[in-house]
């Protein structure tokens, strides 16, 4: 992970992946995960951020 952080509620940890997600067809793809765990829960969670300006 690149970057790790807890919402200011401090009920949910937040990560970002060093690395785009792959795509089989290209070095480097527009689109980051970002995970979530809820702390008192361990529910996880997963977002896709697209980099509009890579379009």
């Known amino acids: 992970m690149e970057g790790l952080t807890i919402t200011y509620d401090e009920t949910t ?5 060093q690395s785009s997600l792959d795509n ?3 070095n480097s793809t527009i689109v980051t ?3 979530t765990v809820n702390i008192a829960t361990s529910e ?3 977002y896709l951020y697209i980099d509009k300006k890579k379009l």
Request: cysteine-free.
């Open 24 to 26: 089989p067809r290209k």
């Open 33 to 35: 995960r970002l995970v």
């Open 13 to 17: 940890l937040v990560g970002s992946m």
């Open 44 to 46: 996880t969670s997963q």
